[in-house]
């Protein structure tokens, strides 16, 4: 890594994503949402996030990824779903959320990272972490539903793998 952690980061639930505009590291909430947080980790060993694009990103919004199936918002992975595991933890700038259906337990692969506070999918949406560094880079994220060109995720890997 050619970066360091910020130092209270546990790398052991610290995703790196190396996007196209840049690097975003997110720290997960493994005690909020400990099967959401391991279903990330476990997908990003796998390398499913590798060249997935950031397809609905709106202004204001939020930026969504991690269809690593079709790349459109429509797929997920050969995992199966998971359980809600809603809280209290509100949605605010820089809040990373695990996107969903109609279900509340249908979330699977897919993600988002608000751009602005979102206190309409407060208790609604599982709060997965939040971005530590390179919120910066998530602002330079290309718009749109999709957006053409869409940037995309080059990498994303758990930080403790990348230690030595």
């Known amino acids: 890594m050619t970066e360091p ?3 209270d ?3 052991h639930n610290t995703l790196i994503i190396d996007a196209t505009p840049g690097r975003i590291v997110l720290q997960l909430f493994d005690d909020i949402a ?5 279903r990330l980790k476990l997908l990003a060993r796998e390398g499913f996030y590798d060249d997935v694009p950031f397809h609905r990103v709106i202004d204001g919004f939020m930026a969504q990824t991690g269809d690593g199936e079709y790349g459109d918002g429509t797929g997920g992975s050969s995992h199966p779903d998971l359980p809600a595991e809603f809280s209290d933890v509100p949605f605010e700038r820089g809040t990373v959320g695990m996107a969903r259906t109609s279900n ?3 979330a699977n692969s897919q993600f988002f ?7 309409f999918l407060n208790g609604q949406y599982t709060v997965i972490g939040e971005v530590i560094a390179g919120m910066d880079v998530v602002d330079k994220l290309k718009r749109g539903e ?6 995309r995720i080059i990498q994303m890997q758990v930080a403790a793998d990348l230690s030595s």
């Open 146 to 151: 999709p957006p053409d060109d869409p940037d």
């Open 9 to 11: 980061a546990d790398p």
């Open 104 to 106: 509340p337990n249908s």
């Open 113 to 119: 990272i608000m751009f602005d506070e979102g206190s």
């Open 34 to 38: 400990p099967k959401h947080a391991e």
């Open 5 to 7: 952690l910020p130092a």
